[in-house]
């Protein structure tokens, strides 16, 4: 499939990161339940900030993925995709 659009790129881009927090549940918080882990990130914002921007570093993966086909609309998503995630990252660890 290929798919050349920056709107595809933003879907994936947002959807990937879903992927790392996963990920780091299994990895750091293995021993708290899942509803422990959500309402931790939630409430605690430099746990927060921190899952988060371990989790989009696995956005390097599409994005190398498509660039390297020659498919930048749907890179560019990504990236955007990832530049929004950095606002958040910026937003849970120096403003809330």
């Given at each position: ?10 879907i ?78 910026v ?6």
């Open positions: 499939m290929r798919r050349n659009n920056a709107i595809f790129g933003l994936i881009g947002l959807f990937t990161p879903v992927i790392g927090v996963m990920i780091s549940y299994l990895i750091w918080f293995r021993a708290f339940p899942v509803d422990a882990f959500i309402n931790r990130l939630f409430s605690d914002g430099d746990i927060a900030s921190k899952v988060i921007s371990l989790s989009v570093l696995i956005n390097v993966i599409p994005f190398v993925l498509y660039t390297n086909r020659r498919l930048d609309l749907t890179g560019r998503g990504i990236l955007i995709a990832t530049m929004l995630y950095g606002v958040l990252f937003l849970l660890k120096f403003v809330w």
